[in-house]
């Protein structure tokens, strides 16, 4: 939690020094975006206070497990 804080404070500080430019993150965060721990929801707050979105909610009708193991019945969208 502490490494993640870290760099997207270090993000924010761009995103509040360059206002008028447009901002891609791309990257593993390994969290899935629509649980609600505490990574998640620290994670989808800063998306929302710098106006970013998921591109998994632009295009969510393509939206599908990134991890699937059959045999154990597992599924998660960490990878987002």
Known sequence: MLVCEDMLSSISVHCDNFPQCKFIMGGDF??????SDPMAN?????????SLTCCDDIFSSRKCATYVNNALG???????
């Open 30 to 35: 390994n969290v899935d975006l629509d649980g």
């Open 42 to 50: 620290y994670v989808n707050k800063f998306l929302q206070d710098h």
């Open 74 to 80: 597992h599924a998660s969208f960490i990878e987002q």
